[in-house]
């Protein structure tokens, strides 16, 4: 089994910055994907990024530019850094890992851009 934590929400300015962590533990092959969906009120699950164990980095175009995913594979954790954060990025954000055709999902974490 996996599981997986997410840590660093909270509520923030528009145009502020928010980090976000995922540490997953567990059964966790040296070959995987890491990223994060997010969900906001009343609306369907949303990806957001991916960073492969291999280095590659994918984004959504809506945050393409302003959110940065990295990761730490000796630690088996992945972060999102939030820049130019806007009213429309509040959501609750998961994380998730991609191992061997199953994905394993994080509670997440909540995100509120707001004056």
């Known amino acids: 089994q996996v599981q997986l934590v997410e840590s660093g929400g909270g509520l923030v300015q528009p145009g502020g910055s928010l980090r976000l962590s995922c540490a997953a533990s567990g059964s966790i092959a040296s070959i995987n994907t890491m990223g994060w969906y997010r969900q906001a009120p009343g609306k369907q699950r949303e990806w957001v990024a991916a960073h492969s164990t291999g280095g590659s980095t994918n984004y959504a175009d809506s945050v393409k530019g302003r959110f940065t995913i990295s990761r730490d594979n000796a630690k088996n954790t992945v972060y999102l850094q939030m820049n130019s954060l806007k009213p429309e990025d509040t959501a609750v954000y998961f994380c998730?890992?991609?191992?061997?055709?199953?994905?394993?999902w994080g509670r997440g974490t909540q995100v509120t851009v707001s004056s």
């Open positions: 998730y890992i991609y191992i061997r055709l199953s994905t394993y």
